[in-house]
C-alpha cells in the first residue's frame, strides 16, 4: 500500500546539517506511522526516531536526541528528518520505514520487524 523512496543524502563535513526526505505514495499516507532506521558499515540496522499518524508524537534514539528532528507533512506524502551538529558516527544508509500499525510498546517502535514497508535508503557520509 506504500512505496518509499529516500532523498537528501549526501558528504557533510562534520558539524554540518542534512535534510532527509521520505517520498510516500498511497492513499492511507497519513494513518502510517514513520520512522527512521540507519546501518552503518559493518553494523546493524539500528532505530534513529519515530513519528505517529499526526506527527504530534515522536521517539528519538539516545544517541541522536538534541541534534536530528523529524517531521511529516501528510498533505505532500512526505516525512522529513532534520539534521544537525552532524559526527562522523552519524555515517550510514539511512532508511525510511512506515507500518499501518499504531505501536506505544518502545521495543516494538524500535525494532525494524515492527515495519512493514521500507525505502532502498540514502547514504550520508560525515567527515572529520
Known amino acids: 500500500q506504500v512505496q518509499l523512496v529516500e532523498s537528501g543524502g549526501g558528504l557533510v563535513q562534520a558539524g554540518g546539517s542534512l535534510r532527509l526526505s521520505c517520498a510516500a505514495s498511497?492513499?492511507?499516507?497519513?494513518?502510517?506511522?514513520m520512522a527512521w532506521f540507519r546501518q552503518a558499515p559493518g553494523k546493524e540496522r539500528e532505530f534513529v526516531v519515530v513519528?505517529?499518524?499526526?506527527?504530534?508524537?515522536?521517539y528519538y534514539a539516545d544517541s541522536v536526541k538534541g541534534r536530528f528532528t523529524i517531521s511529516r507533512d501528510n498533505a505532500k506524502n512526505t516525512v522529513y528528518l532534520q539534521m544537525n551538529s552532524l559526527k562522523p558516527e552519524d555515517t550510514a544508509v539511512y532508511y525510511c520505514?512506515?507500518?499501518?500499525?499504531?505501536?506505544?510498546?518502545?521495543?516494538?517502535?524500535?525494532?525494524?520487524?515492527?515495519?512493514?514497508?521500507w525505502g532502498q535508503g540514502t547514504q550520508v557520509t560525515v567527515s572529520s
Open positions: 513519528i505517529n499518524w499526526s506527527g504530534g508524537r515522536t
Open positions: 498511497g492513499r492511507t499516507f497519513s494513518e502510517y506511522t
Open positions: 520505514a512506515a507500518d499501518p500499525d499504531v505501536h506505544t510498546w518502545v521495543p516494538l517502535i524500535t525494532t525494524e520487524s515492527s515495519y512493514m514497508y
